[in-house]
């Protein structure tokens, strides 16, 4: 079987092995290939059987130009860069990986959230920069500090991921409350679900952990703002099409939002005229909390286990039964 992997770099920059995968068929990575919508996608996978993609989408049309397409493996947990419902009508099973990041993204997102609350990197700069050794003060901050203990965080989707950041968060020291539209019993372990509007009004800090769907897209905006406390901290480390980007602009410059903390944005790589970028008080990163070694041999190991399973006639972590 031919296999090709669509935009390899990212997952695999020199310090993994594609061996395995090579196993299995013949096998031609691409570092990288559009990420919107082209005719160079299709001309890529060419005749290929097996499609391996992470970012580059894989559209109908490029899938009528792919006859000979059987399979195609997300490698990450979101899927919506497949049109899956199509690929479904075509009898093309789309897997993805679902658990690989549970570890390094809930990781990620408290290390937003205590930079929000230090400002380490800030005040790194200015000692490198020479204002300590120039200070007449034994120390200073040039932000407010903030210490979590006893604060509430609203965790919006309570899965893997939502579910031991809140652990975390009871470490140190948090309330910690939950929205998911399927309540289990590990997650009454560890936080109170409430609804959105509650968890809205309660939250001393947001953050998001859900699936991108048409319901809950731009799901953060300006009438679900206005129901927050004034100066709440919003986490964003999932899909960055889950707000609304002008009005959570708005609100931080207005103060409404007082900080927020955003490894996603709407449009990736970010356009520069992303109103985010001139915000107050955001900090941005480029979409890395899934990005450390271990994640990433994770999706390695998985994604091969996704393609042998095809192979063998059991095909695992299907979206599109």
């Known amino acids: 079987m031919k296999i090709v992997v669509l935009d390899g770099y990212t997952e695999n920059p020199g310090d993994l092995s594609w ?3 090579a196993a299995l068929g013949e096998l031609t990575v691409n ?3 559009s990420y ?3 005719p160079e996608i ?3 996978l060419g005749d290929c059987d097996i499609a391996v993609t992470n970012k580059t989408p894989i559209s109908r049309e490029t899938i009528d ?6 399979f195609i493996t997300v490698m990450a947990t979101g899927y919506n860069i497949v049109d899956y419902n199509y690929a479904r009508e075509k009898g093309i099973p ?3 990986i679902p658990t690989y990041g549970t570890a390094s993204v809930s990781q ?3 290390a937003l959230l205590l930079e929000i609350c230090h400002h380490i990197g800030h005040h790194d700069k200015t000692v490198h920069d020479g204002v300590w050794a120039d200070n007449p003060d034994w120390c200073y901050w040039d932000y ?3 210490e979590l203990e006893g604060k509430t965080i609203g965790i919006i989707g309570f899965g893997r991921i939502g579910q031991q950041e809140g652990c975390v968060a009871k470490a140190l020291g948090m309330n910690v409350i939950a929205y998911d539209p399927y309540p289990n019993d590990r997650g009454r372990e560890i936080a109170e679900y409430v609804g959105l509007d509650e968890l809205y009004a309660r939250a001393d800090v947001i953050t998001l952990h859900c699936n991108l769907t048409p319901e809950n897209t731009r799901m953060i905006n300006s009438d679900s703002i206005a129901k927050m406390k004034d100066g709440v901290i919003l986490i964003n480390n999932s899909r960055g099409q889950l707000i609304d980007e002008q009005d959570v602009t708005d609100a931080l410059n207005s103060g409404k939002i007082g900080y927020a903390g955003l490894d996603v944005v709407y449009t990736e790589p970010i356009r520069s005229d992303n109103p985010l970028l001139k915000a107050k008080n955001c900090i941005i990163t480029p979409h890395i909390s899934w990005a450390p070694i271990e994640a990433r041999q994770r999706i390695m190991d998985m994604t091969v286990e996704n393609v042998k399973a095809f192979q063998d006639g059991s095909p695992v972590n299907i979206v599109n039964k």
């Open 144 to 146: 407010p500090l903030i």
């Open 31 to 33: 570092d990288r290939v």
């Open 42 to 44: 299709a001309e890529k």
């Open 36 to 38: 919107a919508e082209s």
């Open 65 to 70: 130009k792919c006859p000979n397409l059987k």
């Open 94 to 96: 789309v897997a993805n």
């Open 108 to 110: 990620f997102s408290i």
């Open 19 to 21: 061996d395995k995968l």
